[in-house]
């Protein structure tokens, strides 16, 4: 008997879960042929360090690719990272399982760990996207966008003549500037440090029991930009953004659209002084404690002893601030998102690019309850 599951379909590919006799199949169906070969290339050069399903077939197959992997157990709200941070509270099994990934990635990090010219990392995430015709590009280069407030429009482009009061700290956004910073800084061809890892660590890239999945990323990454690309997702991305505008990517996990309200961030006031061009906004900034507890394990366990052996004595906050700008902005184009999301997101990148940035406070990581082995 052949059992063909129902599609699940995850930005451009389609996912479809197969059973025969005795196997367990996921068939990926890709219409980019270059991001397939890339995936291929990604699975092989993963599968030497990290647990990764087993890769039965890839074709050619008329207009696309597809690729046929050995399927791991799961379920309705079961079988991902995504299931274990949308739980009510931090069990046992999410500690445990922070501790093995962040101990896999510490010593896999730290054994394959070299300074690397940035046209030779994988490029997708970063580089790609600030580069000219890149998604900055795409999305920011002709858009008029606005930022509402008290029944105020905003236009981005004006935002550097006012001063924005954020949660009573006074600072500014100079909307072109930081583009044109962002794409500066990836145009810099001066080495980064860059290891073997997945690229693109998000809670459902991440089995239970662990295991990586997704691999069009997979390689040599520069290891800020993994850093900036979990403590982000975690913490912005997967609870509040993605759930909010991609639900159907969680049908077979839907605890974690249930459990929207608790990550998402909720303005508490908010005014204009037009005649002094100052905008006021109070907001709160909500994170579920199974998500606390992930960004702090892999804060300690991870990336405190990598940064020691990587950059010691160097500000990690500003090490951090450009890969965590280009998350917030390269993700989502934000003339796509509601005006209050809009806001938030603005908010959140002004935090970042503020000389007071902390990423302590920023990604709510906590004391260590213990330190790594």
């Known amino acids: 008997m052949i059992r063909i599951g129902r599609p699940r379909r995850f930005t451009r590919n389609l996912i479809v879960p197969v059973d025969l006799p ?197 390689g040599t990454n520069c290891v800020l930009g993994e850093f900036a690309n979990f403590l982000t997702y975690v913490t912005t991305l997967g609870g509040w953004l993605v759930p909010t505008y991609n639900p159907a990517a969680f049908a077979d996990h839907p605890a974690v659209v249930d459990r929207r309200p608790d990550n998402t961030p909720v303005v508490t006031k908010q005014s204009v002084e037009a005649a002094r061009r100052s905008l006021h906004i109070a907001y709160e900034s909500r994170l579920s404690a199974p998500r606390r507890a992930a960004v702090t394990a892999y804060w300690h366990r991870l990336v405190l002893p990598v940064a020691a052996r990587l950059w010691p004595g160097q500000d990690l906050a500003a090490l951090l601030r450009p890969y965590v700008a280009m998350r917030l902005l390269g993700v989502y184009d934000l003339g796509d998102l509601t005006p209050t999301d809009r806001l938030l997101v603005i908010v959140r990148l002004v935090e970042a690019l503020s000389p007071y940035f902390d990423p302590i406070t920023y990604f709510h990581i906590e004391e260590a309850p213990c330190l790594p082995h």
């Open 22 to 218: 005795g196997k367990r199949l996921l068939v990926k169906y890709n219409r980019d042929l270059d991001e397939a070969r890339q995936e291929r290339r990604g699975h092989e050069a993963l599968r030497s360090r990290y647990r990764v399903p087993a890769l039965h077939a890839s074709m050619r197959v008329p207009g696309g690719y597809v690729m046929v992997y050995e399927r791991l157990a799961g379920g309705r709200d079961n079988g991902l990272l995504v299931d274990l941070l949308s739980a009510d509270g931090v069990g046992e099994e999410l500690r445990v399982y922070l501790d093995r990934l962040t101990d896999a990635y510490r010593e896999n990090i730290l054994v394959t760990a070299v300074l690397e010219d940035p046209v030779r990392v994988v490029r997708k995430l970063y580089w790609d996207r600030a580069a000219p015709g890149g998604r900055l590009d795409s999305y920011y280069a002709k858009a008029q966008l606005a930022l509402s407030l008290a029944d105020a429009e905003i236009p981005f482009d004006d935002l550097g003549a006012w001063t924005l009061t954020i949660n009573s700290q006074d600072t500014r956004l100079d909307w072109q500037a930081t583009l044109k910073d962002l794409r500066t800084h990836f145009e810099n061809a001066g080495p980064v440090w860059a290891a073997l890892t997945q690229g693109d660590p998000t809670d459902v890239n991440l089995a239970v029991p662990l295991a990586w999945f997704d691999y069009d990323t997979a």
